[in-house]
């Protein structure tokens, strides 16, 4: 397919020394992919419907914010079994920080691809890892070797979503993270993923009038950023309200760089758990390296090396789960394994 004008897009994969996630390995479906006598490239095939999706107009660019998203929603949630993606009246779809989750079609029109050409090989899992790796280039983001060998799960369950918020603290973000085996520097860099990202009025007016039911603004946020949301979320307006990027660096709304944790050290993070990882002494390092210090030129190779992190959370492999036919349904209600146990779904998620 065609994707940016016709455009050859040239991966700048890293030589990274990582230890393989259970099965998942870099190349699983080399050699897998046959129809007829030929031989196909999957992630080629992932590829080219990411570059033609991305060229359309006005929300092609922002598709890295939204697979983004869509990737840590499933994986955070039962583990990265493209649970997310069934359809059902009380599915994950349904709870409601997934209410706003975008890129699902993205994903279909990459499983249709594959199922005319070796049906029945590729998960729904894997597209989206393949799938958001793509992204994440085609918005100026450093290539990453996906591991793949994912195979999709049976249960998707709308009180299994327990996703982070946006108005947790530090403390319990770590806490989150490292319950899915993700240490506190994959957790800075997983959030400045919000360089791409979005958020709405009603998420941020807390920290406008009334922080931590006091009244007052946040007094930890910098005065020009109070002015300018202010401004854009008046305090007589309790709509849901307009779009507001997490990255307010000029020219980098929908570019992988490190311009967000830039905007953290200088006390402008929009969100409540944005502006606390530059404050925490807990991640208050981690952010100042990545933004400005030693580690800045290293963000995004080390971004990359973080998404492979989170795409070996919870996976199902070998004969576990199955390759699903169509992303929204299951095939057959076969043996899953223990359902994990229920938790609140009440809240926004920070991502």
């Known amino acids: 397919m065609k994707g940016l004008g016709g455009a050859v897009l040239v991966f700048m994969l890293l030589n990274l020394t990582i230890t ?13 992919c046959k129809g007829g006598n030929k031989y196909f490239n999957v992630e080629a095939i992932i590829r080219g419907v990411v570059e033609a999706e991305f060229s359309k107009l006005p929300n092609g660019p922002t598709m890295a914010a939204a697979l983004l998203r869509l990737q840590f929603h499933d994986c955070f949630v039962t583990g990265c079994d ?10 994950e779809k349904t709870a409601f920080p997934n209410l706003s989750v975008r890129g699902y079609d993205v994903i ?16 729904c899992s894997d597209i989206i890892a393949v799938a958001t790796r793509d992204a994440v280039v085609l918005s100026k983001g ?9 195979r999709d799960g049976f249960i998707s369950k709308k009180e299994n979503v327990n996703l982070p918020s946006p108005f ?12 899915k085996g993700l240490n506190k520097k994959e957790m800075v860099l997983l959030l400045a993923a919000h360089t791409v990202g979005i958020t709405h009025c009603a998420l941020i007016r807390n920290r406008l009038y009334n922080f931590r039911n006091n009244g007052t603004r946040d007094p930890t946020m910098d005065a020009t950023l109070f002015q300018f949301l202010s401004k854009k979320c008046p305090k007589s307006d309790t709509s849901l309200g307009g779009e507001i990027a997490l990255d307010q660096t000029p020219n980098s709304i929908n570019i992988v760089d490190n311009g967000f944790l830039q905007q953290v050290k200088a006390k402008k993070g929009i969100l409540e758990i944005d502006q606390g990882l530059g404050l925490d002494p807990l991640t208050a390092e981690i952010v100042r390296s990545y933004a400005d210090g030693p580690l800045s030129q290293k963000f995004r190779s080390d971004f990359g090396a973080a ?6 959370v919870g996976v199902l492999t070998g004969t576990t789960g ?6 929204g349904s299951v095939n057959f209600k076969g043996p899953s394994g223990p359902s994990p146990k229920p938790k609140s779904a009440g809240l926004p998620s920070l991502f």
Not at 20 to 32: A, E, I, N, T, V
Not at 171 to 178: G, T, V
Not at 322 to 327: D, L, Q, S, V, Y
């Open 20 to 32: 393989c996630h259970g099965q998942l390995r870099s190349g699983f479906y080399l050699g897998k």
């Open 82 to 91: 493209a649970s997310l993606l069934l359809d059902g009246p009380s599915s």
């Open 108 to 123: 279909d029109k990459a499983k249709a691809e594959l199922e005319k050409v070796c049906p029945g090989i590729v998960s």
């Open 142 to 150: 450093l290539g990453y070797r996906v591991q793949t060998g994912r």
């Open 168 to 179: 947790i603290t530090v403390k319990d973000s770590i806490a989150a993270f490292a319950a």
């Open 307 to 312: 998404m492979i992190r989170l795409g070996g």
């Open 322 to 327: 199955e390759i699903r036919n169509k992303c």
